[in-house]
């Protein structure tokens, strides 16, 4: 099947884009959510690692490329509606959030008598700006 083939049996929204969820493929935990174009599918299928489109940036956002925590590829699925994409990720340096963390999903909703609030389940396991640090630098030269 040809990269166009495959491409065009997903349903893209209105800007081209399809969520993308990134899952560690052996626990199964969600790590992040991210978005991609085309582009970035076709990449991330060719090259194996994740690539993903950044909206805010409004360019391709390969993953790791600043904080070294790259997800290698074990697989790629598509849903049953054809419009999310998970992808299952061998997920380097065991960081997958910009916080520092495992997870993006690292807050979990909890009652506490009659009043709810989002509790931290999850520790910073490296500190973000020892992180991004050489990122910072290097764009600074």
Known sequence: ??????????????NG???????DYKTGKILMMA????EALALTAEQGHAVYWSRSRQK???KGESS???????AIRLDCDSDVI?????????IACHTGR?????????KQG?????QTTEPVLKDPDTIYQKAINKDNQ
């Open 1 to 14: 099947m040809a990269v166009t083939e495959w491409l065009s049996q997903i349903k893209w929204d209105k």
């Open 17 to 23: 884009l399809i969520p993308a969820i990134a899952q």
């Open 114 to 118: 009659d009043k709810w609030t989002w």
């Open 68 to 74: 070294g925590h790259q997800q290698q590829i074990k």
């Open 86 to 94: 998970i992808l299952q990720v061998e997920q380097k340096g065991g």
């Open 35 to 38: 978005w991609m174009n085309q």
């Open 102 to 110: 495992e997870s993006c999903f690292f807050r979990k909703l909890t």
């Open 60 to 62: 391709l956002w390969h």
